[in-house]
Every structure is written in structure tokens, then in C-alpha cells.
């Protein structure tokens, strides 16, 4: 059975033109165009489709997963011309005038825009976001599924099941969160089989700041990320795996011990690295007499970070889980699978994902902040919503 196209008002309304300029909030279009004169993309002749316009579009894809991509990029081309001043007119460009803009602009012109605009945005003593000065940060990695094309089977592969192979192929994307605002401060993606902890190391030395608490999980631990982390100066708390050696040096007061850790490489054990080794049990779980979580930090004074304190900020930790739930389902609705067709566009959606992901969390965190809340207390699917049809007070901000 045929499915039925999803339209968009044939009028576009104050409310939609709104979603626009949340988009042009984060990215201003001053920013928009310096990307594109370094990557030699700014349009050299009036287009139809001006490549500014096809990046608010890949970021508004975001947001209307279950339209149409000429209803969407109508919706944004008028929503930038309301927000200048100009006429609202009907534009008018098919699928394969789409594409063709998308393909002009690249991939690469996404994943600068988004080195440049996604970043930490809670203020210090920002409710929720901070340890004793520290702001608390997480990094993990999901997997999406894209469309069940050659080209994208080719480059991103498909995962094994026991049965064989998955429906669709996957790319893999690591990501790191400011954990109290849910704002992805910066990201890595690639195939399938491309490794989180290798996407990781090419993440942590660029954005990990001295002024960072970065929490991980077990998956993440290996002696030369952990080392590479540690030169950024940020403090670390990852949780590792029970079969780590961790010979105790010396008893805290807090029940936490000093230790060490060696590369691999290391067989003398001639150049050890400091860490402190939290131990304890959670109560109240069918299995916590069973399950032990360690986890080692580089804070190795306790009075700096007491073991209590920083076992229960570990789970903060699931902040991160929330996050990509939020962009890999509530932005995506019931679209399972993300639209483009080529390896090339995929990543461009991608980016475009995470960057209307920023827009909407951070104008959350804004709206928290006045009030005196914590982000967390506000609903990230009922955001998405007002940004799509409930702001009209934002009119008067024209970005």
C-alpha cells in the first residue's frame, strides 16, 4: 500500500517560520559563509538553492524527519526570508535540484560548521552541570542505520547477526556530552566497524579542556587513551574492567587506594601512571552483591574529589545515554532510517542532526536557567515540538 506524503501547511505560518530562526540562532549565517569561502563553496552565481539556504535545510531535515524534502526546504527558505525582511515567496526545486545542491556543498562544509558551533554552554554554578569547579562531561557512541543502498553498504557495512548480516548498514558515531545541558560538544563518525575508542582518540586531545571532569565507561579504557586524555589536563573518572590489575600502593581515608597502570608495551613496568581506585558496590539490585564497579581517576588527593562523590557522579555517566536517544529517535520520529543515499550525504545528515540538536538544547538550557532549573527537568520531545510550532515570542529576536 502507497504511503500517503506527510505536507507541510501550503501557507506557512508565523509558528514554522520560528523553527528557522532557532536554526539561525546557533548557526548564524556570518558563520555559514566563512565556512564556505574556505572550503570554496559560497555560491559564484544566484542559485535557486544558495548554499547558505542548503544548510539551514540539512539542519531543518532534523526536525521535520516525517515531511517531504520539498516541503522542507520550502518551510526554511521562507522562514530566512520572513526572518531578513524579504517577501515570503513559494520556492520552487524538486528532488533532484536537492540533491544536487546537497552534493555541491559536501559533507566537509557540515563537519566544520560543526566543529565550530557545537561547545559547552553552561555558565560556571549553572544548576546540574558542575563538580567542585569542574564541568562534568561523558563520551559514548551509538550506531544508526542508513539507507539500504550500494554505495552506503560499500563504505559503512553492515553489522554480523547471528542469522548473517543486519537490514540496514550502520554508521557509527562517538560523541562527547555536557552532561547537565545534554549539548553534544563535539563528535566523530565513520563505519560501522571503525572502533568508538579509536574515534575517541582523535576526539579527546582537540576538545578536553583543564577545567573538565570526563566520565567513561569500561569500553573506553586502554593505556594510551587514557594517557593521551590525561596530557589535556582534564580530570578523568572511567570505570574499568574487573580483570585490570590495579596493585594497591597505598590506603586513603576515603576507602580509595593509589595504583598504577602500565602500556602493554611496558613489560618491566618502568613507567607507571598514577591513578586513584574507587571500589564499591550499588545497594538495592537483584545483582549488586555480584557486580563490583571500579573505577580509577587522576584526582589523586580524596579531598579533592572524596570516593562517595565521585561513585555517585559516576552515573551522571547515563546523561549521555539520554542524549543520543534523544537525536538517534525523538528527532528522527518514525523514521528509522536516515534519508540520504550516499556515504557522503549520510555524514552531511549527520552533522545536520547534531547541529539541530544544539539548537534546541541549547535554547532548553537558556529557558531552564532563567527560571533557576536544571535542563534536565525540561522535556526534550515537547522542545522539539515548540521549536516547530510554538514560539511566536522568538519573532522578535531576527538572528
Known sequence: MARTRKLLPARVDIAHLISAGVLADACPRALIEDVLRQHERESQRERLLPAPAVV???MALALWREAPVEEVLRVVCEGLQWLSGGDSTTVLAGKSAISQARSRLGWEVMRDLGDRVLRPVAQPGAPGCWYRGLRVMAIDGTCMDVADEAANAAFFGYPGTRAGYSAFPQARLTALVECGTHVVVAAEMGPYNHSEMAMAARLLPRKLDADMLLLADRGFYGYELWSSACTTGAKLAWRVNSNLKLPVKQHLPDGSYLSAVFAASDKARRRPLPVRVIQYTLEGGKNADKEIYRLI???????????????????????????????????????????????????????????????????????????????????????????????????????
Do not use: C
Not at 377 to 386: D, P, T
Open 297 to 399: 581517576t587522576n584526582i589523586l588527593d580524596e579531598q579533592l574529589a572524596p570516593a562517595n562523590e565521585l561513585a555517585a557522579l559516576y552515573h551522571e555517566r547515563w546523561e549521555i545515554e539520554g542524549t543520543l536517544d534523544e537525536f538517534k529517535t525523538h528527532l528522527r520520529a518514525n523514521s528509522t532510517v536516515l534519508r540520504s543515499k550516499t556515504p557522503e550525504l549520510v555524514q552531511q545528515e549527520l552533522w545536520g542532526l547534531l547541529l539541530a540538536h544544539f539548537a534546541i538544547r541549547q535554547l532548553m538550557a537558556q529557558a531552564a536557567w532563567s527560571k533557576g532549573l536544571d535542563p534536565d527537568k525540561l522535556s526534550f520531545v515537547h522542545a522539539v515540538r515548540v521549536v516547530k510550532r510554538k514560539l511566536p515570542q522568538a519573532a522578535a529576536v531576527p538572528p
Open 56 to 58: 539551514y535545510f540539512v
